[in-house]
């Protein structure tokens, strides 16, 4: 053991250890804000699907400004600022200035830091440039596609068909967003108002849900659709998505019922922790049923009397990107449930095979517009319940009735009913 001299320990008393650790206090990882909702994807969910939280076109917002290969849009979105404050392509005019739009930003700016993850490493004024431009450019973006502004004939945009579709996929990227409070200030610096009138609810909603409907698993008719009233203020336009799945008021009124079932529970036996459900095709030998549920809400499930009802989801080129950023917004915010989640590892437990899709092909739940055969989509299902995990599973009791009116079943003798299926269910149940 080395000799402590009066030299040493002046060196490393307790005054130094001391500074030294403080230092490290002041790099050290602090929870997010409140406001935070604009977050790095969890390392854990980047580990077999990466490419699914990447832009592939354009950066928005300050995670991935400057990344090879993106590089090319910056002059573009700068065409579209130029575009908007000139009012280009557009009928009535309004006095729209640089420095107002700065302004306006500037006003807000350290509210909209808070929104991402920390830390960042840009600049303030940086940063304001930032929100400045690609907000402006998305509001451009969505007035050219719900047709307010005339696109010019050269815009590679809306002259490229695959420009545009990739573009609408990055805007759905949970590291891709800036704050939707943000755009509101923009666009009511920048939209002339005798043009509103032509979309008279809620505006910046309705354009931006009619570019990204494409997106969404579910049908709905637009203008009735944004006649609804939304339980919070969306965040960005991921969270407007989140939103518009999860927290909506149906069209009637009605409130968001996320699982019903009305058989018998015990609800002291009932437990809120994931479990897997059989697969289609197991369940209906079983003799459970399968039919189209209602078309309001995907995550609304029923089951009664043998017959489970399931909404219709439409799976689109980039329903399952959409998905894996859901989940990741999900997982990163302290204070959303797990509904997305339990509904994705539902659909994953409940296709197992092209048998299973093919199954709910025929009846009408699932509308595949992938192009892909019934083999692709059982994957996509199985690609979707990769790393989620979940604290709350909203399905726990209705999948445990389903599993025991499969087991009752069985013990009656149901001659379809494979012996070796006993464990799948439980002796239990």
């Given at each position: 053991m080395p000799k402590v001299t009066a030299t040493n320990v002046k060196e490393y008393g307790p005054g130094t250890i001391a500074e030294s650790i403080k230092k490290k206090l002041?790099?050290?990882?602090?929870?997010?804000?409140?406001?935070?909702?604009?977050?790095?994807?969890?390392?854990v969910l980047l580990r077999k699907n990466v490419n699914a939280y990447a832009p592939a076109l354009i950066s928005i917002g300050p995670y991935h400004h400057g990344k090879e290969g993106l590089e090319a849009m910056e002059a573009l979105k700068l065409g579209y600022l130029y575009g908007l404050l000139n009012q280009l392509g557009r009928t009535a005019q309004k006095d729209i200035t640089l420095e107002d739009l700065v302004s306006g930003v500037m006003q807000h700016a350290s509210h909209a830091y808070s929104y991402y993850e920390q830390p960042l490493t840009i600049e303030k004024d940086k940063f304001i440039e930032m929100m400045v431009i690609d907000g402006c450019f998305i509001l451009e973006l969505l007035l050219k596609f719900v047709g307010i502004v005339e696109p010019d004939t050269t815009d590679p945009i809306f002259n490229k068909p695959c420009i545009l579709d990739n573009i609408r996929r990055d805007l759905i990227l949970l590291e891709n967003q800036i704050p939707w409070y943000l755009l509101q200030v923009l666009y009511i610096q920048s939209v002339p108002q005798d043009q509103d009138k032509l979309f008279t609810n809620r505006d910046l909603l309705n354009?931006?849900?009619?570019?990204?409907?494409?997106?969404?698993?579910?049908?709905?008719?637009?203008?009735?659709?944004?006649?609804?009233?939304?339980?919070?203020?969306?965040?960005?336009?991921?969270?407007?998505?989140?939103?518009?799945?999860?927290?909506?008021?149906?069209?009637?009124?009605?409130?968001?019922?996320?699982?019903?079932?009305?058989?018998?529970?015990?609800?002291?036996?009932?437990?809120?922790?994931?479990?897997?459900?059989?697969?289609?095709?197991d369940l209906s030998q079983a003799g459970i049923k399968f039919q189209k549920g209602s078309e309001s809400n995907i995550l609304s499930l029923?089951?009664?009397?043998?017959?489970?009802?399931?909404?219709?989801?439409?799976?689109?080129?980039?329903?399952?990107?959409?998905?894996?950023?859901?989940?990741?917004?999900?997982?990163?915010?302290?204070?959303?449930?797990?509904?997305?989640?339990?509904?994705?590892?539902?659909?994953?437990?409940?296709?197992?095979?092209?048998?299973?899709?093919?199954?709910?092909?025929?009846?009408?739940?699932?509308?595949?517009?992938?192009?892909?055969?019934?083999?692709?989509?059982?994957?996509?299902?199985?690609?979707?319940?990769?790393?989620?995990?979940?604290?709350?599973?909203?399905?726990?009791?209705?999948?445990?009735?389903?599993?025991?009116?499969?087991?009752?079943?069985?013990?009656?003798?149901?001659?379809?009913?494979?012996?070796?299926?006993?464990?799948?269910?439980?002796?239990?149940?």
């Open positions: 002041s790099y050290m990882y602090r929870l997010p804000s409140q406001d935070c909702s604009i977050f790095r994807v969890p390392k354009y931006s849900l009619s570019f990204l409907q494409h997106t969404l698993p579910v049908k709905f008719n637009l203008p009735e659709f944004t006649q609804q009233t939304f339980k919070v203020e969306p965040k960005h336009l991921l969270d407007l998505l989140y939103c518009t799945i999860v927290y909506s008021t149906l069209v009637d009124g009605s409130t968001l019922i996320i699982s019903k079932d009305t058989d018998d529970t015990d609800e002291n036996q009932m437990s809120n922790a994931w479990e897997p459900v059989p697969c289609v095709k029923e089951f009664s009397n043998g017959v489970f009802k399931i909404p219709p989801m439409i799976i689109y080129k980039h329903t399952g990107c959409l998905f894996f950023n859901l989940i990741a917004l999900e997982q990163s915010r302290y204070d959303y449930e797990d509904k997305i989640g339990s509904y994705v590892l539902f659909l994953n437990s409940l296709i197992k095979t092209s048998g299973d899709v093919h199954m709910l092909r025929e009846n009408g739940i699932i509308d595949n517009w992938l192009g892909s055969d019934e083999e692709g989509v059982s994957n996509f299902f199985k690609n979707l319940g990769q790393d989620v995990y979940v604290n709350n599973f909203f399905h726990a009791g209705l999948c445990q009735n389903v599993k025991k009116y499969a087991n009752t079943q069985r013990q009656k003798g149901a001659s379809t009913f494979r012996p070796w299926m006993t464990s799948l269910f439980g002796a239990g149940l």
